[in-house]
């Protein structure tokens, strides 16, 4: 048997111990396996890196565009300032002004 069909058979083995229900040991006497092989192919598989099939895909991250925010800032002739986003309806700072003046 090839090296990497060996490793394949083994790995169904692994995935069919897993799948029974039956604890490492149960599952080799079941199935009339070496419990030293099923631990030796268990430890060389494991310290293999895992080949890869597929390639890494690239995902491409968007994020939306941040807009600095502009800000009105009025400063009172008693050093108190406020400072409004550049959005604000015309009306309201209207009201506002009219609220300091009264």
Known sequence: MLK???EQHWQRIFQ???ESGLNKLQFCK??????????AWATKLSSQPPKRTN?????????P???SVQ?????????????FPASL???KLQQ???VLSA
């Open 30 to 39: 079941h199935n009339n396996i070496s419990v030293s092989t099923f631990y």
């Open 55 to 63: 390639k890494q895909k690239v995902i491409p991250l968007i994020f």
């Open 96 to 98: 506002f002004l009219s």
């Open 16 to 18: 069919l111990q897993t």
């Open 89 to 91: 309806e015309p009306s």
């Open 65 to 67: 565009e941040t807009k």
């Open 71 to 83: 800000h009105l800032t009025l400063t009172l002739a008693n050093s108190y300032q406020f400072s």
């Open 4 to 6: 990497s069909k060996k």
